[in-house]
């Protein structure tokens, strides 16, 4: 499941990872913001914080997922408190849809800016998951405060 999929980078991915045509997997994606058709994924144009975003994609799962990554970030308004406050509640609403949806051992990856509101994310991450790690992309700008968190082993 891949969360502010737009312009489409990560569904790119999962779809040649899963292979949904030859393993029967599948791979959704869900953005408000239109990105262009990625074969063998189901694309779902709507924000992921309306009300009917998490059942539109429970559905369109038909299960349990292995992963779900969340790239979602609001638009920034440069004032650097206020945007990691914004981040930090869409990342607390992707692990909240991980935490019904992944199968036990499944993953959780979220786009966070540090900034001090994620301790608390990151303590139940913790809890939740055997193995919790940051990662700072390659391409993310050594004075940015993009990082991603990765969950490994969903315990529930």
Same mark, same amino acid.
């Not at 030859?22 to 058709?37: C, F, H």
């Not at 609403?93 to 199968?103: D, I, K, Q």
């Given at each position: 499941?891949?969360?502010?999929?737009? @312009?489409g980078?990560?569904?790119?991915? +999962?779809v040649?990872i899963?292979?949904?045509?030859?393993?029967?997997?599948?791979v959704?994606a869900?953005?408000?913001?239109?990105?262009?058709?990625?074969?063998g994924?189901?694309?779902i144009?709507?924000?992921?914080?309306?009300?009917t +975003?998490?059942?539109?994609?429970?559905?369109?799962?038909?299960?349990?997922?292995d992963? $779900?990554?969340?790239?979602?970030?609001? @638009?920034?308004?440069?004032?650097k408190?206020?945007?990691?406050?914004?981040?930090?509640?869409?990342?607390?609403?992707?692990?909240?849809f991980a935490c019904e949806?992944?199968v036990p051992?499944?993953?959780?990856?979220?786009?966070?800016?540090m900034?001090g509101?994620?301790?608390d994310l990151?303590?139940?991450?913790?809890k939740?998951?055997?193995?919790v790690? =940051? $990662?700072?992309? =390659?391409?993310s700008?050594?004075?940015?405060?993009?990082?991603?968190?990765?969950?490994?082993?969903f315990r529930?």
């Amino acid at each position: 499941v891949d969360l502010g999929a737009a @312009p489409g980078g990560w569904t790119q991915i +999962a779809v040649e990872i899963v292979k949904p045509g030859k393993t029967g997997g599948k791979v959704v994606a869900i953005d408000y913001l239109d990105m262009p058709e990625v074969p063998g994924a189901t694309f779902i144009c709507l924000d992921f914080m309306d009300n009917t +975003a998490p059942n539109l994609l429970k559905k369109a799962i038909g299960g349990r997922a292995d992963i $779900v990554l969340s790239d979602m970030a609001p @638009p920034t308004v440069g004032h650097k408190q206020t945007d990691h406050l914004r981040i930090m509640a869409l990342a607390e609403a992707a692990y909240e849809f991980a935490c019904e949806v992944l199968v036990p051992g499944g993953t959780f990856l979220s786009k966070v800016f540090m900034g001090g509101a994620e301790k608390d994310l990151l303590n139940q991450m913790k809890k939740d998951f055997i193995k919790v790690k =940051h $990662v700072k992309p =390659h391409a993310s700008r050594a004075d940015s405060s993009e990082m991603y968190v990765v969950a490994l082993g969903f315990r529930r």
